[in-house]
């Protein structure tokens, strides 16, 4: 029983997606409902990189449309339940955790905020300097630079305060290139003040290029305390 999220019992159907095979399905226990794919199985998928890959992408387009009709609370690629009963199981012991979440999150989105390093400015060194001359200009060359690069950790710091203070609701990550990710949960009718605010840090920071995404489903503010990991559960 592949899972893609929880959410709150709609009063009113939901117009459901095509997922990774067929069109997804919902499965109600109360006040809380699972959207499913009964027919998918992982296996298959394990053994082929681009069926992965493809399922992958269908299961984020999946959270990303239910994301714009309704408040979800997104489950990571690759969650499934053996069975029904024990899909209906888990929704009736965390009912409550589960609606509490959905509570908090309602209205909200996750935007991410990249803080991408600049290159510091290039010094020349002037052709005609030769000798000490240019090796002191090479030594003051690396310490402009080394000073560049510690104005930028200056400025991350600062910037996440700023940040924190304003937006309370905040993770950090960093990919593997090194970029420094700020995860921030905000009211999407505050998404313009939300501009505002980073293109102010961006012009009183010219040492850093702050790159804003998109509004996302809340990925990084869903509580892992009850929530199921990816592969088979009971």
Do not use: W
Request: hydrophobic share 40%; aromatic share 8%.
């Amino acid at each position: 029983m592949y899972t893609y999220a929880f959410c709150q019992t709609p009063l009113t159907p939901l117009e459901l997606p095509q997922g990774i095979a067929t069109t997804v399905q919902m499965v109600t226990v109360g006040q809380l409902a699972a959207i499913v794919e009964p027919a998918v199985s992982l296996e298959p998928l394990q053994q082929d990189d681009t069926l992965l890959v493809q399922a992958a992408l269908a299961h984020d387009r999946v959270i990303r449309s239910l994301c714009l009709k309704s408040t979800i609370l997104p489950l990571r690629f690759g969650t499934c339940f053996n069975s029904l009963q024990g899909l209906s199981a888990h929704l009736e012991t965390y009912q409550q955790a589960y609606l509490s979440q959905l509570t908090h999150l309602n209205g909200k989105a996750e935007y991410t905020l990249k803080l991408m390093l600049l290159e510091p400015p290039d010094a020349v060194i002037a052709p005609e300097i030769k000798g000490k001359n240019y090796f002191l200009a090479k030594k003051q060359q690396y310490q402009q630079q080394l000073l560049y690069q510690q104005q930028q950790q200056a400025a991350i710091e600062q910037i996440e305060q700023a940040v924190l203070q304003t937006y309370p609701e905040y993770c950090g990550s960093q990919d593997a290139t090194g970029v420094k990710a700020m995860h921030l949960l905000v009211n999407r009718d505050h998404e313009q003040q939300l501009c505002d605010f980073i293109q102010a840090l961006q012009q009183q920071y010219p040492q850093l290029q702050l790159v804003l995404g998109a509004a996302l489903p809340p990925y990084h503010f869903v509580s892992s305390a009850s929530t199921v990991t990816p592969g088979s559960a009971s």
